[in-house]
């Protein structure tokens, strides 16, 4: 049982390049989440999606699409990034929503 | 979500107890109490939670005040990758999803 997992942990861009951030999770929940933590703050949510086949904006989601390809698999594309995206990425999960469950992150900079 | 106030930090020798507060006065009847904390560089990790019994399992115990204004989260027996950020958050339990709202949490470390 791996719960949530993300793909890259790592991963630098040129300015205007695009890349996919992938996560899926084995614990058969409804809910996924996209985050991004910048330094000395907190968490903010971008895209999340209530159950398989939903997705809605968070308080960020400027600059980022998302995808919820099955119930498994959560993925958010950055089509033309900017520097300002850069940041650490944690993908989450949840059946009872406030009990999140957190991937590892990935650790996303932006040249 | 109400809102809650932690210390900014605290230490804690190894092996001991260690007590983290948290104050919620204005939660309301339908908010439940969250902990989760994040070790450095990890995505945060979710401890406990409760309505207003005191509550256990195998990483922690939360003690909620019979008003339910205040609440402490206890570690019983301390070690060094306990050293994190603990967040309190206090949350309705059903409900759309929507973010959790981390606030400064309280850094803990942990001494040898």
């Known amino acids: 049982n791996a719960g949530v997992t993300q793909t890259p942990k790592f991963q630098v861009l040129k300015t205007g390049q695009s890349m996919t951030l992938q996560c899926a999770q084995d614990?058969?929940?409804?809910?996924m989440y996209w985050y991004r933590q910048d330094p000395g703050m907190g968490l903010r949510l971008i895209y999340y999606?209530?159950?398989?086949?939903?997705?809605d904006k968070g308080e960020v989601p400027n600059g980022y699409n998302v995808s919820r390809l099955n119930k498994r698999e959560f993925s958010l594309r950055l089509e033309s990034a900017a520097p300002s995206q850069t940041s650490v990425y944690f993908c989450?999960?949840?059946?009872?929503?406030?009990?999140?469950?957190f991937g590892p992150g990935t650790r996303l900079t932006v040249l | 979500d109400a809102k809650t106030t932690q210390p900014p930090s605290m230490d804690c020798a190894e092996g001991r107890a260690a007590n983290l507060p948290c104050n919620h006065s204005?939660?309301?009847?339908?908010?439940?109490v969250y902990w989760y904390r994040q070790i450095h560089s990890q995505g945060p990790q979710y401890i406990i939670h409760?309505?207003?019994n005191n509550e256990t399992n195998e990483m922690a115990s939360l003690i909620i005040t019979e008003d339910r204004k205040s609440s402490t989260l206890i570690l019983p027996h301390a070690t060094l990758r306990d050293t994190a950020v603990y967040y309190c958050?206090?949350?309705?339990?059903?409900?759309?999803?929507?973010?959790?709202?981390f606030g400064s949490g309280t850094q803990l470390t942990v001494l040898p």
């Open positions: 204005t939660i309301s009847g339908n908010e439940y």
């Open positions: 999606s209530a159950s398989e086949g939903t997705t």
């Open positions: 989450a999960s949840s059946e009872t929503r406030p009990t999140q469950y």
């Open positions: 409760g309505l207003k």
């Open positions: 958050i206090v949350r309705p339990y059903s409900g759309s999803a929507r973010q959790l709202t």
């Open positions: 614990m058969n929940h409804n809910s």
